[in-house]
């Protein structure tokens, strides 16, 4: 699938997840986390349907399609280690969600969507690549133009809920640097993580 652009309050509610963060998302599921759709008495869900979910959550949370995370999980495999965890990790460690926990953006979206347009540099160079992964000591910075600047102090002062112990940030300089490679317990997003992977060897 493409980009997923529809109501994002639906998919919170959908997967029980706080998945999207933006305002209407957060507001639709603080309002009301049944399903969408009629109040009617819901068939239990079926174990291939529970790791059909966790596997969507990964999807919706870190802007992945299909092909990518399979990439993904094809890789984690080849990592000596927890191959859940290697998944994981490797998530964790994109340039987009690196500009999320680290305080640049409020969401996701909006980071992959400032990479893209080239507003942030990489130890230096203009990147517009959402899937790089970053590495320790790696420099993230917002490119130097006033218009730029103004934008993301302002964002920078949003949120600070979801800032990453693996990240130092500094917000006068709109500059953060990657300290170290994030661990399972970094991980942002509550997932069954083997339910995913044994869903995805199937």
């Known amino acids: 699938m493409g980009r997923y652009t529809g109501p994002k309050g639906r998919i919170n509610r959908r997967l029980g997840a706080m998945i999207f963060e933006s305002a209407g998302a957060v507001k639709a599921f603080n309002k009301r986390d049944a399903p969408p759709g009629p109040p009617v008495r819901r068939r239990k869900v079926s174990t291939y349907g529970l790791a059909l979910m966790e596997k969507q959550k990964i999807k919706f949370y870190y802007g992945l399609r299909e092909k990518q995370l399979r990439r993904y999980y094809d890789r984690a495999r080849q990592i000596q280690g927890n191959t859940g965890e290697n998944l994981m990790v490797m998530c ?111």
């Not at 490119?143 to 990453?164: I, M, T």
């Not at 917000?171 to 044994?198: N, Y």
Request: contains cysteine.
């Open 92 to 202: 964790e460690r994109r340039l987009d969600n690196v500009v999320r926990r680290a305080g640049f953006c409020v969401t996701r979206p909006q980071a992959r969507q400032g990479i893209v347009h080239h507003h942030f540099q990489l130890n230096g160079k203009t990147v517009h690549t959402p899937s790089i992964e970053v590495r320790p000591g790696d420099v993230i910075t917002v490119r130097n133009r006033p218009n730029l600047k103004a934008v993301y102090s302002e964002l920078a002062n949003a949120d600070a809920s979801q800032r990453a112990d693996w990240i130092t940030f500094d917000a006068a300089d709109l500059r953060a640097v990657v300290t170290q490679i994030p661990t399972m317990e970094d991980v942002s997003l509550k997932v069954d993580v083997g339910a995913v992977v044994a869903f995805v060897a199937r």
